[in-house]
């Protein structure tokens, strides 16, 4: 009920609530509880037990190629994609049934939309699945030809991330990051290869990025609209491995998926 105090009314009438705020007088409306259907909240439960935390736990595994300067819709843009993939693969009863290109969609994500890794790497590692094995092969290529440089840069350090997700286990394992300098006025660079066992059951993203810099003094020069790096492998060897294989993995703080 409202109350008028010969100035002002105060409490409710109706779906209006009155009150002051010093020398303004407010007036709001009631906010309507809003009845959750089932669906809704089925949806809000697998966005909150899988959706939001996975995308946050692969952004996390790449923070070193990201290094702050993701772009301001990175985050809304992954948890997209990874709410396709889930809701893809996931049956009426909570059960996952992941196969090989199941994480595909993940392939190319740039983290930051104003600078994509293949405007200044115009080559990529290939990356291929064998029976217990992922390999990595970085060709041999002409720097001038394949690799862009921004004016002031004389030098660059391309870092590899490798990281693998076992998510039936609830186990992740980030390796050390690789990293290949390269000078402008090299010709050319090192061919590199990468020989990885991988558990089945396993999801293995490989991330690159690239980092500028200056001459004397040496600079960085990524920015926040400008840092190259982008998920270049993603596969998923279907599968269940012994708990014993990934023993000294990290605990992944994420809900089964199996």
Not at 33 to 47: G, H
Not at 87 to 111: P, V, W
Not at 179 to 206: D, R, V, Y
């Amino acid at each position: 009920m409202a109350t008028y105090n010969g100035k002002n009314l105060k409490g409710s009438f109706g779906n209006l609530t009155f009150a002051k705020h010093g020398e303004i007088n407010v007036v709001k409306s009631k906010i309507k509880s809003v009845k959750q259907t089932k669906a809704t909240k089925k949806s809000a439960s697998v966005f909150g037990k899988f959706i939001s935390p996975f995308s946050k736990f692969i952004r996390q595994s790449f923070n070193t190629l990201i290094n702050g300067n993701a772009d301001s819709t990175m985050v809304n843009r992954m948890n997209s994609d990874i709410s396709t993939l889930i809701y893809q693969h996931i049956d009426a009863n909570g059960k996952f049934n992941f196969k090989e290109t199941s994480f595909n969609r993940l392939l190319d994500f740039d983290f930051n939309l104003s600078s994509p890794l293949n405007n200044s790497l115009l080559i990529k590692p290939t990356v291929n699945f064998t029976t217990g094995y992922v390999e990595i092969t970085w060709p041999e290529f002409l720097i001038a030809k394949n690799l862009r440089f921004p004016v002031k840069a004389v030098s660059c350090m391309v870092s590899f991330r490798f990281v693998y997700f076992s998510l039936a286990h609830q186990k992740w394992n980030v390796l050390n990051v690789e990293e290949i300098e390269i000078k402008k006025n090299q010709s050319s660079s090192i061919a590199q290869s990468f020989n990885l066992p991988i558990p089945a059951g396993s999801l293995f993203l490989l991330g690159v990025g690239i980092t500028y810099f200056t001459g004397t003094p040496k600079i960085e020069l990524n920015n926040k609209t400008f840092n190259p790096a982008a998920i270049c492998g993603v596969g998923f060897v279907p599968g269940s491995c012994s708990p014993n294989e990934i023993a000294d993995w990290d605990i992944l703080p994420l809900a089964a998926m199996q």
